[in-house]
């Protein structure tokens, strides 16, 4: 079982909660985190752009990313979010099956 980090950013903290809340309700993620403000600088359809972003970080397992993916993309506002998935090497043994457990993967 190997555990994702994923990594959200989103319009806003109402957002990011909004998502963050979907996507644990419907056991894609055992947890999420809110980090906000977030101040990101990218280019976007050919502008350099600053703007204030809220992060969220998902934690659930590879065999529920995709799904967790798709489900963000559908519950999001921006035409191309940033939805970033990263494995975990290693960690507290306890927490990554606390995380396998709760999405269904234990």
């Known amino acids: 079982m190997a555990v994702m980090f994923v990594y959200v950013?989103?319009?806003g903290v109402e957002e990011a909660?909004?998502?963050?809340?979907?996507?644990?309700?419907?056991?894609?993620?055992?947890?999420?985190?809110?980090?906000?403000p977030v101040r990101s600088i990218y280019w976007w359809q050919g502008a350099l752009e600053d703007a204030?972003?809220?992060?969220?970080?998902?934690?659930?397992?590879?065999?529920?990313?995709t799904d967790l993916i798709a489900r963000v993309k559908g519950l999001h506002s921006y035409d191309c979010p940033c939805i970033e998935a990263l494995e975990v090497a290693d960690?507290?043994?306890?927490?990554l099956a606390?995380?396998?457990?709760e999405?269904?993967?234990d």
């Open 9 to 11: 950013t989103a319009s």
């Open 17 to 36: 909660e909004r998502i963050g809340r979907a996507v644990v309700a419907d056991r894609l993620a055992a947890c999420a985190n809110v980090l906000a």
């Open 52 to 65: 204030s972003e809220a992060a969220l970080v998902l934690k659930t397992t590879r065999a529920r990313l």
């Open 91 to 95: 960690g507290n043994p306890d927490f």
């Open 98 to 101: 606390w995380v396998a457990r």
């Open 103 to 105: 999405t269904g993967e």
